[in-house]
């Protein structure tokens, strides 16, 4: 599995560097008060429900009211950081909904595509088996497969088909194998893609791209990191959040695990 952060919501400047006199400010909000970008549209966008103020003034007019000072709950941070915690915790986080982030998600098996896409706030553009040839002489090699650590690590030995033993791996590759062998058949029928890949399994792996608000990743982690998900989801949201954290640090103890 590989997932890359392609894009995240970043500040359009030449709104904010302008002040609400009409006066040109060379600097960003990131130099003036050291936030992200991130953090400069959740404040517009909460105080913009609670304010008087335009929603293109309230950076201007606000930022050092939140950015620059200590958070008066007295947990740590500015009190922008009071305000995010106020707001997750009251539950008004359709405020959040204004930070998105697109990633590439590479390798992923169609057991993972089938459950992440019951997170409906996702947009999705995934790989098709109808348009891309998954042949064996095709520029594909043939269909990849993901392999569960479970059968990768498995001691126990098999007798299937024959009065040898085998390794769950080896039965595992076998059937790989065969699917493959099957797929090709049917294509060389003259059976098309698009009817040939039913016989490709849920381990066939497929590419995405994905994109979400803050809000709806903060969801997708505490019910896809908890225990009771599977490892390669698990894996997934672990994954994505930490590349949201990376260009995002304040986010990182709203991202629950379940």
């Not at 609400?20 to 003036?32: A, I, M, Q, V, Y």
């Not at 390798?107 to 891309?132: C, D, E, P």
């Not at 059937?175 to 003259?190: F, K, N, P, S, V």
């Not at 066939?204 to 019910?223: E, M, P, Y």
Request: one cysteine or more; a negative charge.
């Amino acid at each position: 599995m590989n997932v890359k952060l392609l894009a995240h919501t970043q500040l359009v400047e030449d709104i904010f560097l302008i002040d609400k006199t009409g006066n040109l400010d060379w600097e960003t909000p990131h130099e003036r008060w050291n936030c992200t970008d991130g953090q400069t549209i959740a404040l517009t966008a909460i105080r913009t429900c609670y304010s008087h103020l335009e929603p293109s003034e309230i950076v201007e007019t606000e930022a050092g009211k939140y950015f620059g000072k200590a958070a008066s709950d007295g947990k740590g941070g500015t009190d922008a950081d009071r305000l995010m915690r106020h707001i997750i915790n009251s539950g008004h986080t359709s405020t959040l909904e204004h930070l998105t982030y697109t990633f590439a998600i590479e390798g992923v098996s169609r057991s993972l595509l089938a459950q992440i896409t019951r997170h409906r706030h996702f947009s999705f553009s995934v790989q098709s088996q109808r348009y891309n040839k998954l042949e064996s002489d095709s520029k594909s090699g043939g269909f990849d497969h993901v392999v569960p650590d479970s059968v990768e690590n498995c001691k126990k030995r098999i007798s299937i088909f024959d009065d040898f033993s085998h390794s769950a791996r080896d039965v595992y590759n076998e059937a790989m194998e065969h699917i493959q062998q099957a797929y090709d058949t049917l294509r060389e029928a003259g059976v098309p893609a698009e009817d040939a890949r039913f016989v490709l399994p849920n381990a066939a792996t497929c590419n995405l791209v994905l994109t979400g608000n803050l809000r709806s990743f903060l969801d997708f982690h505490i019910k896809r990191s908890a225990k009771g998900a599977q490892w390669e989801i698990r894996e997934l949201s672990d994954l994505i959040k930490n590349a949201i954290v990376e260009v995002e640090p304040w986010t990182e103890n709203f991202f629950i695990t379940g």
